[in-house]
C-alpha cells in the first residue's frame, strides 16, 4: 500500500463549489504540505502543517483552507471553486532524514477541474 | 529570494544517448539541492540530493554535482532508457529548513 494517499484522485467540479481533497499517510511523520502544480510553474506551496495544532499559510494560500484532523490526515478545502483553480494537486510528508536534510514523501495527487 | 531555473523541455533522446538537464538556483546561504522525477500519473519521487558544495548526488545511473561557484545541479545520465521518460523537477531547500523551491520541470521523452 502507499504511504501518502489522496482522494478523490480525479474531481470535475462547477465554479462557486465547495470541494475537499483529502490525504492520509501512513508514515507516522509529523509535517504534511499541500501544493498545486500548474504547467510550466512547477509546485507551489498552499499550505504546511508542522503537527496537529500548528497550520501555517503557504505563497498561495487565498482560495484554500486546511484541516489537520489527526497526524495522519490533512485535508485541503476550497470553499468557492474558481476555474483558476484547476490544476494537479499534490500532497506530501516530511520527517528529519538525519542528515540536516528534510527528505519529502509525495502522494501521486488530485487532478482537478473546475467548470 | 531563491529560485530555481531548469531548462525548458520537452527534451526528446533516443535510447542510449547522454542525458544533460540544465538547473541553477539562486539562495542565500548554503542550500541543499534535490532532483525529483515524476512518472506519468503519479507524485514526485526523491532521485538524488546534495548537501553541501561539491558533493555528488547518484542514483539509478543518474547523477548530479553541486557546483557552488556556477550555482548550477545538472542532471546527467550516460545512456537513457524509453523507462526513464518522465518530468524531472530541480529544487533547493535551506538546510534544516522545511519549504522546498521547485523549478518548472523538464519533460523527457525517450525513444526505442
Known amino acids: 500500500d502507499a504511504d501518502v494517499t489522496q482522494t478523490p484522485r480525479n474531481r470535475i467540479t462547477k465554479t462557486g463549489k465547495r470541494i475537499m481533497l483529502e490525504c492520509s499517510q501512513t508514515?507516522?511523520?509529523?509535517?504534511m504540505y499541500w501544493y498545486r502544480q500548474d504547467p510550466g510553474l512547477g509546485l507551489r506551496l498552499i499550505y504546511y502543517s508542522f503537527d496537529v495544532k500548528d497550520i501555517n499559510k503557504g505563497e498561495i494560500s487565498d482560495g484554500y483552507s486546511v484541516s489537520r484532523q489527526a497526524q495522519a490526515k490533512f485535508s485541503l478545502s476550497l470553499e468557492s471553486a474558481i476555474p483558476n483553480q484547476t490544476a494537479l494537486y499534490f500532497c506530501?510528508?516530511?520527517?528529519?532524514?538525519?542528515?540536516?536534510?528534510?527528505?519529502?514523501?509525495f502522494g501521486p495527487g488530485t487532478r482537478l477541474t473546475v467548470t | 529570494g531563491n529560485s530555481v531555473t531548469q531548462m525548458e523541455g520537452p527534451v526528446t533522446l533516443s535510447e542510449e544517448a547522454f542525458l544533460t538537464i540544465n538547473c541553477t538556483y539562486t539562495?542565500?546561504?548554503?542550500?541543499?539541492l534535490f532532483w525529483y522525477v515524476q512518472y506519468p500519473g503519479e507524485g514526485l519521487q526523491l532521485l538524488l540530493k546534495?548537501?553541501?558544495?561539491?558533493d555528488k548526488g547518484s542514483n539509478k545511473g543518474f547523477e548530479a554535482t553541486y557546483r557552488k561557484e556556477t550555482t548550477s545541479f545538472h542532471l546527467e545520465k550516460g545512456s537513457v532508457q524509453v523507462s526513464d521518460s518522465a518530468v524531472y523537477f530541480c529544487?533547493?531547500?535551506?538546510?534544516?529548513?522545511?519549504?522546498?523551491?521547485f523549478g518548472a520541470g523538464t519533460r523527457l521523452f525517450v525513444k526505442a
Open positions: 539562495a542565500t546561504g548554503y542550500p541543499s
Open positions: 529544487a533547493l531547500r535551506k538546510t534544516g529548513g522545511f519549504k522546498t523551491i
Open positions: 546534495a548537501t553541501k558544495a561539491d
Open positions: 508514515k507516522g511523520h509529523d509535517r
Open positions: 506530501a510528508t516530511s520527517d528529519y532524514s538525519g542528515t540536516g536534510v528534510y527528505e519529502q514523501y
